[in-house]
C-alpha cells in the first residue's frame, strides 16, 4: 500500500492552495483508497493501492513545483477508518519521513519504506520523469498533453494551430518519447518496494 503526504511549498509567503488542489483531485477518488483529505495545515494525504496511480498523481503534483510529496510504502493497519487522516500502520509512518526529505530534493519528491534499496530505486525512477517534466517548457507541457491524450501529431497540430512539423519539434525537445516508458518504469519499480511483484 502507499500513503502520499503533500505539502504546500513555501506556504508562509504564498496563499493556501489546499481547498483549490482538493477541488483538482476529486475526480480522482474512483483511483483512491482514502481521498485526499487536509490533514494538518496545508498538507493533504490519501491513501494509495496501484503504483500506476502513485506515478500519475506524484508527477502531477511536482510538475508545477508547488508541492513537495512523500510517498510512504509498506502495510496500513486495518480495518481502515473511513477518514484518510484518521489511518495509521507503517506506510504512514514512512510518508510523513518522506515528506520531510522531499522538502530538500530538487525534484520534490521523496519515497521511503521497509527496503531502502528498492525504495530508492523506486524515488530514482519518479526522479528522473519529474526532472524531464519539470524542465519542459509551456509549449512542450501543452503538445505533450494532448499526445498523451492519445491524439496524432496531425491532430494536435490542429488544436493548436500550428504545423504537424511543429508539434514534432516540440515533442522532440520535450523528449515525448521518453515519459511513457519512464512512467511505467517507475509504476514496476514502486510495484516492487511494495512486494507486489519480485525485483529478481
Keep these: 500500500m502507499f500513503v502520499l503526504t503533500v505539502d504546500q511549498q513555501h506556504s508562509r509567503r504564498t496563499a493556501d492552495r489546499v481547498e483549490a488542489l482538493l477541488r483538482d483531485l476529486a475526480d480522482r477518488h474512483g483511483d483512491l483508497v482514502r481521498p485526499f483529505e487536509r490533514t494538518a495545515g496545508d498538507e493533504v494525504q490519501a491513501v494509495v493501492e496501484r503504483p500506476e496511480i502513485v506515478v500519475d498523481l506524484t508527477l502531477l503534483l511536482v510538475r508545477e513545483r508547488a508541492w513537495s510529496v512523500g510517498i510512504g510504502v509498506g502495510a496500513v493497519d486495518l480495518p481502515m477508518p473511513a477518514s484518510t487522516r484518521a489511518g495509521s500502520g507503517a506506510a504512514f509512518v514512512h510518508a510523513r519521513t518522506a515528506v520531510t526529505a522531499a522538502k530538500t530534493r530538487s ?39 494532448l499526445a498523451r491524450q492519445g491524439l496524432s501529431q496531425l491532430e494536435v497540430a490542429r488544436r493548436l494551430g500550428v504545423t504537424k512539423q511543429a508539434v514534432s519539434q516540440r515533442l522532440q525537445a520535450a523528449d515525448w518519447h521518453l515519459e511513457a516508458p519512464g512512467r511505467e518504469l517507475a509504476g514496476y519499480l514502486l510495484s516492487v518496494a511494495d512486494g507486489t511483484v519480485s525485483g529478481s
Excluded: H, I, K
Design 107 to 145: 525534484t520534490g519528491l521523496a519515497v521511503v519504506g521497509p527496503d531502502d534499496v528498492s525504495t530508492r530505486r523506486a524515488q530514482t525512477g519518479l526522479d528522473l520523469v519529474a526532472a524531464l517534466l519539470q524542465r519542459r517548457t509551456d509549449r512542450g507541457v501543452e503538445a505533450a498533453a
